[in-house]
């Protein structure tokens, strides 16, 4: 059974830094390329970021270009998104996402439960 | 950046009844789409990739149709554990990957 485990979230300042991650059980995580998806209170899903099953290849959302770093141990079946500069509007449940595609042209076929980051003062 | 636009914003039908909803893109995505279920604080479920492929132990109730920028996801005879959000979302060019912002289903 495909299970995906986030932690890390929770109150934050702007300005501040958090790194979330995401546990990966239940299939060969090695060979899957993953994403980040957010999704802000009462709103709809954004994509935020994706990594290749190798880590070579990495895009951003321009949303947090600069700012988010996606990575991943596979080693430890493990991904992770360390943010920094945080601001209000980062607010938002993450949830990682398995891509069963070597180029990413596939839907997020598996989700995490998500984890929740509030930034606020 | 590819537009995603799903209608109608919010869907009610009867138990038993049949729901059709829609999804448009900006441009073409060719059958690079795919359909998700959200239900009151659970993480979106796949339902169909592909335009029309169901996933993994989903129903036979829920199918998928269209191409090009014109996109269906129709659900038949409808139960209430089928109340929830709908999004469509296109792979065919990325990034960024997109989602249309929700078709509400009241059952």
């Known amino acids: 059974e495909v299970r995906l485990v986030e932690s890390g979230g929770g109150l934050t300042q702007p300005g501040e830094s958090l790194r979330v991650s995401c546990a990966a059980s239940?299939?060969?995580?090695?060979?899957?390329?993953m994403s980040w998806v957010r999704q802000a209170p009462g709103k709809g899903l954004e994509w935020v970021s994706f990594i290749s099953s190798s880590g070579t290849t990495i895009y951003y959302a321009d949303s947090v270009k600069g700012r988010f770093t996606i990575s991943r141990d596979n080693a430890k079946n493990s991904l992770y998104l360390q943010m920094k500069s945080l601001r209000a509007e980062d607010t938002a449940v993450y949830y990682c996402a398995t891509i069963p595609s070597p180029s990413g042209y596939r839907s997020f076929d598996y989700w995490g439960q998500g984890t929740l980051v509030t930034v606020s003062s | 950046e590819i537009v995603m636009t799903q209608s109608p914003a919010t869907l009610s039908v009867s138990p038993g009844e049949r729901a059709t909803l829609s999804c448009r893109a900006s441009?073409?995505?060719?059958?690079?789409l795919a359909w998700y279920q959200q239900k009151p604080g659970q993480a979106p479920r796949l339902l169909i990739y592909?335009?029309?492929t169901r996933a993994t132990d989903i129903p036979a109730r829920f199918s998928g149709s269209g191409s090009g920028t014109e996109f269906t996801l129709t659900i038949s005879s409808l139960q209430s554990e089928d109340s929830a959000v709908y999004y469509c979302?296109?792979?065919?060019?990325?990034?960024?990957?997109?989602f249309g912002q929700g078709t509400k289903l009241e059952i």
């Open positions: 592909g335009a029309s």
């Open positions: 441009q073409t995505v060719y059958s690079n």
């Open positions: 239940g299939f060969t995580f090695s060979s899957y390329s």
């Open positions: 979302q296109q792979y065919n060019k990325w990034p960024p990957y997109t």
